[in-house]
DNA sequence: CTTGATTATTATCATATATAACAATATCAC
DNA sequence: GTGATATTGTTATATATGATAATAATCAAG
């Protein structure tokens, strides 16, 4: 059965990445947690009173997609806004959300090592600095700040 | 603006995967096709007469998500199916799928020296090997013939 | 021939993502 | 200050993707 598709690096790329996906969802189940919710987090917990269009920014989605996952993860107690103005919100994590930050983070880590782990390790800064090159500064948006 | 996520190769990856996969859909656009479908007439191509169940394997879909796509495909005319056995069918191209295949490679082809091109040279060979070691072979699933 | 595996289909559901319209507010030019 | 414009967030909707379960038909192994 012959398969030029494994020839492609594009082609490569989404199999590694969904690959990769399943494997990190699977990690994360028993936190009851998702991958952009765990991202969120993130962000979050190192950006204390972050608004949600800086997360729209950096995790590249739109704002209409973000509105009601920030409205359940609040109402899962792991966020809490505060007004900034008339139009955002601050965006803090709750001692509960700090706790799961701390569980995604450790999650997180032991994906990352599996992942790395399966590349030799001869080719592990090249691929970093390569998939970096693929997605950095995407398109024509200029860096905010 | 602190950003932790940037320091995970994962994270990397998903979003090289994602940045790529929409240049690629951008690029298909003209053609009326999905990448999804343009992989099968790839396959395909280099496979006539190839049954539904070969290609969910080789594309690791379910077959359930691939029965609706293939009938699509047919009434678009695209490819063509004939009785292997009682259970499966074999596919192939029609006169007008080898045409469309024709412009799906040209697309891919450039899609994929795009993807390369923003690869500083130094790194394409590892990232290549780095890409391949995160999926081939995935999981428990043993090459089948 | 019976049992069990394979192939394809149908239906359903969850998730991810994209777009458009809207309300409220902030910012800027004047 | 006022009016035009941009930003922020929300709601509603559409599409694409992917997973699961149940069913029917058929093949393969003993």
Redesign the pocket.
Known sequence: MHDPLRTLPGYGLRRAS?AMM?RF?EMLRPLGI???ESSILILIGSNPGI??????HML?????????I??QMEGRNLIM?TR??????GLDLTETGKEMLDAVWKATLAHEADLIGRVPEACRPALLIGLNALWDEPEGSAEKA
Chains 1, 2 share one sequence.
């Open positions: 969904v399943n969802s998702k991958y952009t608004r949600q269009s800086d997360l729209t590249d989605i739109q704002r209409a997609n973000l509105t009601p920030i409205a806004r900034i103005d008339g139009r955002s919100w």
